[in-house]
């Protein structure tokens, strides 16, 4: 009966964790770039009280006997399907159609993965996120220049007064992951790190070796749906109610059991 109570509660606490993964999803639901969470679960150890196959006699049991202990959190794992682009109209907006991510340079001098494209222009001309973080490669743009291209191989290119053709002034590179799922998000800020899950970069250029294309002067959405959210969200909380009714049976049948007992 005990089995029941504990069984029974790990399945609350589990939706619990499901229902705050939902909810940062929703949460960033208008944040660029942003790839939502899947909360996938695995089932605990199972006791076993009969194994199937164990010899009876001149026989063997073909169904076993075993009683699951509950549920536990397996993953939470980001889900990088494409989001919908936006257009609005600013050449330093960039977004990524396909696979890859922006390299940052970040505080500590390591490299940051993003594919949060709303790049600025800093007192320097130098291309930088809106943290005041560097693009790689790092790119300057002239205090003169009149316009800015970014095109969809991701070369830079500026307008300078007294010169009739556009001024090359970099290409942005884009980095893939074989498991990009691996990559760690808690720097926050939209960034994510490299770890080992990851693997390490590939980097190339827009278009070529799987990586997507950019389209400048839009940014790309989150890939959060909301209705299918709140779907899960549903599910979710009748899960969670269900496991509570599951804890209220056992209480009322150990209260049954007690009241039964002839040492009251």
Do not use: C, H, W
């Not at 942003?34 to 199972?46: H, M, P, S, T």
């Not at 169904?63 to 919908?84: A, D, R, Y």
């Not at 970040?106 to 320097?124: A, H, Q, V, W």
Request: no cysteine; aromatic share 6%.
């Amino acid at each position: 009966m005990m089995r029941a109570l504990y069984s029974a509660a790990s399945g609350m606490i589990a939706q619990q964790y499901n229902m705050d993964t939902i909810s940062n999803n929703l949460a960033n639901v208008n944040t660029t770039g942003f790839k939502g969470n899947l909360a996938r679960f695995q089932d605990l150890v199972y006791q076993q009280i009969q194994a199937p196959g164990a010899p009876v006699g001149a026989s063997i049991v073909p169904v076993g006997q075993q009683v699951g202990l509950g549920v536990k959190v397996g993953s939470s794992e980001k889900m990088f399907t494409q989001g919908t682009l936006q257009q609005t109209g600013n050449p330093l907006d960039v977004a990524i159609e396909g696979d890859g991510f922006f390299q940052i340079t970040l505080p500590d001098g390591t490299t940051g993965y993003t594919r949060d494209g709303s790049f600025k222009e800093d007192p320097n001309g130098a291309i930088v996120t809106a943290d005041g973080y560097f693009a790689q490669p790092q790119i300057t743009i002239p205090q003169n220049a009149t316009g800015v291209n970014i095109g969809p191989d991701g070369t830079v290119t500026a307008q300078v007064p007294g010169s009739a053709q556009p001024q090359t002034l970099g290409q942005l590179q884009l980095a893939r992951f074989v498991n990009p799922a691996g990559l760690s998000p808690i720097t926050g800020n939209n960034y994510y790190t490299e770890t080992a899950a990851s693997g390490p970069p590939v980097v190339s250029q827009p278009g070529l070796n799987g990586a997507g294309q950019l389209q400048a002067g839009y940014l790309e959405g989150s890939n959060v749906q909301v209705v299918n959210e709140i779907v899960n969200m549903i599910v979710a909380q009748r899960a969670y109610e269900a496991n509570s009714k599951s804890i209220g049976a056992a209480d009322q049948m150990l209260q049954t059991a007690v009241q039964m007992s002839p040492f009251q």
